[in-house]
């Protein structure tokens, strides 16, 4: 199975990466900042359309079955309240669903949003507990943003 993971330099996704290469599993990355933690990753900005199909339809095309979307744009203590984290997520993952539906990626798993794992205190790490009522404008604003492609 080839496997492409979004949001490889991040805390889940290089777990993630460097786990199923050693269960000998073709496994790709994407990454947004920071440098290649293999010669299969490929730095790009996936809020940017013409980018994310770029990568997934051309450079990518034909060498993934299953796409693992780990990205997200992280809120902090300074941008809780701002809608703008919300809506650059949202469009990283209608670039990810638009650009898959003529890559021949058969399926595709999403993780959490950035919505779950409020940064509340100007931290953040893998032990975050996971509470969404401390967005709920963002949040209710992210599900009905969501509603217009469904």
Same mark, same amino acid.
Not at 16 to 44: D, M, R, T, W
Not at 91 to 113: H, T, V
Not at 120 to 141: C, H, I, Q, R, S
């Given at each position: 199975m080839?496997?492409?993971?979004?949001?490889?330099?991040?805390?889940v996704g290089q777990h993630l990466f460097h786990f199923l290469q050693e269960?000998? =599993?073709?496994v790709y990355g994407i990454y947004k900042s920071g440098s290649a933690i293999s010669e299969n990753c490929y730095k790009a +900005?996936?809020?940017?359309?013409?980018?994310t199909y770029r990568l997934i339809n051309v450079t990518l095309k034909d060498k993934v079955d299953v796409l693992i979307h780990? $990205? #997200?744009v992280i809120a902090n203590a300074d941008n809780l309240d701002d809608l703008a984290v919300v809506f650059q997520n949202t469009a990283i $993952?209608?670039?990810?669903a +638009?650009?898959?539906? #003529?890559?021949g990626i058969k399926q595709l798993i999403n993780f959490s949003s950035s919505?779950? =794992?409020?940064?509340? +205190?100007?931290l953040f790490t893998e032990k975050a507990v996971p509470n969404p009522?401390?967005?709920?404008?963002?949040f209710m604003a992210y599900l009905n943003g969501m509603q217009k492609w469904f």
């Amino acid at each position: 199975m080839r496997i492409l993971i979004t949001g490889v330099n991040g805390f889940v996704g290089q777990h993630l990466f460097h786990f199923l290469q050693e269960k000998k =599993y073709e496994v790709y990355g994407i990454y947004k900042s920071g440098s290649a933690i293999s010669e299969n990753c490929y730095k790009a +900005d996936l809020s940017n359309r013409e980018e994310t199909y770029r990568l997934i339809n051309v450079t990518l095309k034909d060498k993934v079955d299953v796409l693992i979307h780990t $990205a #997200s744009v992280i809120a902090n203590a300074d941008n809780l309240d701002d809608l703008a984290v919300v809506f650059q997520n949202t469009a990283i $993952a209608k670039n990810i669903a +638009d650009s898959i539906q #003529s890559s021949g990626i058969k399926q595709l798993i999403n993780f959490s949003s950035s919505s779950v =794992y409020p940064n509340v +205190d100007g931290l953040f790490t893998e032990k975050a507990v996971p509470n969404p009522a401390k967005m709920p404008t963002a949040f209710m604003a992210y599900l009905n943003g969501m509603q217009k492609w469904f």
